[in-house]
């Protein structure tokens, strides 16, 4: 069995888009069959409405065309859904494809953890009440049927990137800071968010090992963060953060440590390899490991990419796919 994760960075048919989804068929669906995987968790899903009714259920049309024609048409799916209603959200939605049946599935946003409150201190004009600190995405989690009456869980995560969040008043463009206070305090809120994700994704971990403490766990995605940064060790639950021994069945394996360190990247950033997609398992799933893959050779510098090639067709994030024994 075949397991990936990959960020296919904003996958929409929109008109306005530039580049379009015609042009970017091409390049991406050659590497999605290159990934023969199985199972595949998705980031970055755009859904589009069926009519122009405010309100009109969304479907993933861009994804449906990605996949026409490749085995994932036929896998079953799940994917995350808005907070407060059914349906996905506009953008940046996660999708698990599985060639084996998906028993159950569901979301965990603020379910586990509930938003911590926080009073601004650089907003303009200033507030003087703590306001509650969402997360920007939700986790997915899928329970896998396998042969024997086993079940996989599956856990696909994109984390907040480490970009300051937005204060009012702090602002004057896109990208651009009045202050460095006010940068300073959206980029303290972004790591709130990001680390808060990772800690919700580990709770939902805790408690499929509760309940089984020998379980098949695999959490992928897009996190945002290399091995040593605070989301992944909120993940990993190493016993070195722990010192404790006999938490040792509980922590989550990087399988990315398996590759030459040369070669230990997904995504290249103003000249810098960087290992942002990792693949997580169980001890009980690192049993049937076998070998794991960055498809990274004809990866472009993402800052090069931004800033120089207009309306670029690519993802400047690399698939990572793990095999199993299963």
């Keep these: 069995m075949r397991i990936a994760t990959f960020n296919l960075e904003n996958l929409d048919d929109r008109p306005a888009r530039a580049p379009g989804l015609e042009e970017r068929l091409p390049i991406l669906r050659p590497q999605l069959e290159r990934l023969e995987a199985d199972v595949i968790c998705l980031q970055e899903i755009a859904a589009q409405p069926q009519s122009a009714r405010k309100h009109a259920p969304r479907s993933f049309r861009a994804l449906d065309r990605l996949i026409e024609g490749t085995a994932y048409a036929?896998?079953?799916?799940?994917?995350?859904?808005?907070?407060?209603?059914?349906?996905?959200?506009?953008?940046?939605?996660?999708?698990?494809?599985?060639?084996?049946?998906?028993?159950?599935?569901?979301?965990?946003?603020?379910?586990l953890v509930a938003p911590p409150h926080y009073t601004l201190a650089t907003a303009a004009p200033p507030v003087s009440a703590p306001e509650p600190i969402g997360w920007d995405r939700p986790v997915l989690h899928a329970e896998i049927d396998l042969a024997g009456g086993r079940r996989l869980h599956v856990f696909n995560l994109h984390l907040r990137a480490p970009l300051a969040a937005f204060i009012a008043g702090q602002k004057e463009g896109e990208f651009t800071?009045?202050?460095?206070?006010?940068?300073?305090?959206?980029?303290?809120?972004?790591?709130?968010?990001?680390?808060?994700?990772?800690?919700?994704?580990?709770?939902?971990?805790?408690?499929?090992?509760?309940?089984?403490?020998?379980?098949?766990?695999?959490?992928?995605?897009?996190?945002?963060?290399?091995?040593?940064?605070?989301?992944?060790?909120?993940?990993?639950g190493a016993e070195e953060d722990t010192a404790n021994g006999a938490l040792a069945g509980r922590v989550l394996v990087p399988l990315?440590?398996?590759?030459?360190?040369?070669?230990?990247?997904?995504?290249?950033?103003?000249?810098?390899?960087l290992m942002l997609?990792?693949?997580?398992?169980?001890?009980?799933?690192?049993?049937?490991?076998?070998?794991?893959?960055?498809?990274n050779e004809g990866l472009e510098d993402e800052v090069v990419g931004?800033?120089?090639?207009?309306?670029?067709?690519?993802?400047?994030?690399?698939p990572v796919v793990a095999e199993f024994e299963l």
Excluded at 200 to 227: F, K, S, Y
Excluded at 256 to 273: F, T
Aim: net charge positive; aromatic share 8%.
């Design 177 to 236: 800071w009045r202050s460095v206070a006010g940068w300073a305090e959206g980029f303290f809120l972004a790591a709130i968010k990001r680390n808060g994700q990772a800690l919700e994704a580990r709770l939902a971990v805790e408690r499929v090992l509760d309940a089984e403490p020998a379980a098949l766990i695999a959490v992928l995605g897009d996190m945002n963060a290399e091995m040593r940064e605070m989301p992944l060790r909120i993940l990993r």
């Design 74 to 111: 036929g896998f079953h799916r799940a994917a995350s859904r808005l907070k407060d209603r059914e349906g996905p959200l506009d953008v940046h939605n996660l999708v698990i494809l599985s060639r084996p049946p998906i028993a159950a599935y569901r979301q965990y946003w603020h379910d």
């Design 277 to 295: 997609d990792h693949v997580l398992v169980s001890r009980s799933l690192l049993a049937h490991f076998r070998k794991v893959e960055i498809h």
């Design 306 to 318: 931004y800033a120089l090639a207009h309306g670029s067709p690519e993802t400047f994030h690399a």
């Design 256 to 273: 990315e440590r398996a590759v030459p360190q040369s070669q230990r990247y997904s995504v290249l950033h103003a000249g810098q390899p």
